[in-house]
């Protein structure tokens, strides 16, 4: 079973709609990271959190919300999306230790109409 | 601001010609530079973490070096199954990875 699960895989949705990526993981990790991959401009980081108490804005954090709802699971909001969020967007999740590195789910392909 | 540039963008190969992808940064505080490998429609792969400049890591036909500039990603001998985009990051006093934009390897048999 894969360590860091998230759902759905795929998505496509209409401008306006609200929206929720899950992420979970069995890595028994504290820290988790949400993504976005655009052609042409790498990850981008939206938020991360490094326990179920701390949540932080990522670089951009515009437009999304999260909630940590356990050490396990991450979630992503999109209140009301718009067609410049379609994207590729992974969770990501990492030990406690500012050395570590970090360990990618496999992505959900969002489509905003 | 902590950067990461990677060349060339993309880099197309002959099965068993060697060579080298570069990642250059500027970071305040390194506390670790990464790589990732990642395959189309997937999540990114971790492959290494180097830690201080000099230092060297290998994974089978892949070698990774550090100096205080930059990082080669060294690909010896690679087979199509190394065709995949590579990602370099770094992390700095902010804890956050900072990613490149990746180059993508394409090793025709």
């Known amino acids: 079973d894969a360590d860091v699960t998230q759902t759905p895989r795929n998505r496509i949705t209409k401008t306006g709609k609200r929206i929720m990526l899950e992420c979970s993981q069995t890595k028994g990790h504290d820290r988790m990271y949400w993504y976005r991959q655009d052609p042409g401009l790498g990850l981008r980081l939206i938020y991360y959190s490094f326990d179920v108490k701390d949540i932080n804005k990522g670089e951009i954090s515009d437009g999304y919300s999260v909630s940590r709802q356990a050490q396990a699971k991450f979630s992503l909001s999109l209140e009301s999306a718009i067609p410049n969020q379609t994207a590729l967007y992974f969770c990501?999740?990492?030990?406690?230790?500012?050395?570590?590195?970090?360990?990618f789910g496999p992505g959900t392909r969002l489509t905003v109409t | 601001e902590d950067q990461v540039t990677q060349s060339p963008e993309a880099l197309r190969l002959q099965e068993g010609e060697s060579s080298s992808l570069n990642c250059s940064y500027t970071v305040s505080g390194l506390r670790g530079l990464f790589w990732y490998r990642q395959d189309p429609g997937k999540g990114p792969e971790f492959l290494f973490t180097l830690y201080s400049a000099g230092e060297e890591k290998e994974k089978e036909r892949l070698k990774a070096t550090l100096t205080k500039k930059e990082s080669f990603l060294h690909i010896t001998a690679p087979k199509p199954e190394d065709s995949a985009t590579y990602l370099c990051?770094?992390?700095?006093?902010?804890?956050?990875?900072?990613f490149g934009k990746g180059m993508k390897l394409t090793v025709n048999p």
């Open positions: 990051a770094v992390r700095g006093g902010s804890e956050k990875l900072v």
């Open positions: 990501a999740t990492s030990r406690s230790s500012g050395r570590s590195e970090q360990y």
